[in-house]
């Protein structure tokens, strides 16, 4: 089963920047589809930004324009470009992978967005 590290989050002002990323390991990600999610305190976990093997792309609303998904598979990793952050941007944001046979999701990584 693959196993999913995030990376990258951290305290941000608004309107700065960061770059998650996601390293898989124990399998290959070139033939499946990839997400990056989000749980606010209170809040639902939603999708915000979904990669498919063929590097098609789906992005929440509120963030498009601003965040951008991309994939390495040479690397087996998935990144997730975040900028003009907001404070309704502050989550915790996991990785997961959509596999034939399961999904899996990494532990996930803070991001606060605060001045």
């Known amino acids: 089963q693959v196993q999913l590290a995030e990376s990258g989050g951290g305290l941000v002002q608004p309107g700065g920047s960061l770059r998650l990323s996601c390293a898989a390991s124990g399998s290959s990600i070139s033939n499946n589809d990839m997400g990056w999610y989000r749980q606010a305190p209170g809040k639902q976990r939603e999708l915000v930004a979904r990669i498919t093997r063929t590097s098609n792309t789906v992005y929440l609303y509120s963030v498009r324009g601003r965040f951008t998904i991309s994939r390495d598979n040479a690397k087996n990793t998935v990144y997730l470009q975040m900028n003009s952050l907001k404070p309704e941007d502050t989550a915790v944001y996991y990785c997961?992978?959509?596999?034939?046979?399961?999904?899996?999701w990494g532990q996930g990584t803070q991001v606060t967005v605060s001045s």
């Open positions: 997961k992978i959509t596999t034939t046979l399961y999904d899996s």
